[in-house]
């Protein structure tokens, strides 16, 4: 029942526009816990940067998955449970787009 029920959650909000509380604590996320690996300015750090030129070339769908299921054999952990797949497709749309300082 209860998975039922988040299972429901999850794919409604997937379809809605996210609120601007969630994009605020998305862009949190990005810069604390993003941020202690790839640096809180995504300039790079212990992981690769995520600044728009260095992911210009790579397709936004390679991007997102690799934020919801991360990268097996690196340190990079999926983040599925906390991040549904529109969510994401946002988080790689501000990188691409740069992060207001
Ligand atoms: C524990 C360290 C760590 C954390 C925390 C982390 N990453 Fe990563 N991330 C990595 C590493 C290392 C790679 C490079 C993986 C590889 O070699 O393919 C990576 C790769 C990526 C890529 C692919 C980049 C590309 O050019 O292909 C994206 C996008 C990404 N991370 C986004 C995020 C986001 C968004 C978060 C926060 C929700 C996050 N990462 C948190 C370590 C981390």
Redesign the pocket.
């Known amino acids: 029942m209860l998975a039922a029920a988040l299972i429901l959650t999850a794919s409604t909000a997937s379809a809605a526009p996210l609120g601007s509380e969630r994009q605020a604590a998305l862009l949190y996320?990005?810069r604390q816990?993003?941020?202690?690996?790839?640096g809180s300015t995504m300039g790079g750090g212990?992981?690769?940067p995520?600044l728009p030129q260095?992911?210009a070339e790579?397709p936004d769908d390679?991007?997102?998955a690799?934020?919801l299921d991360?990268?097996p054999?690196?340190?990079?952990?999926p983040?599925r449970f906390?991040?549904n797949p529109n969510e994401?497709a946002w988080?790689?749309r501000q990188?691409k787009g740069g992060l207001a300082e």
């Open positions: 996320l990005l816990d993003c941020g202690s690996c790839h212990l992981a690769p995520l260095s992911l790579t390679a991007l997102i690799a934020i991360g990268r054999g690196t340190p990079m952990p983040w906390e991040i994401a988080m790689v990188l």
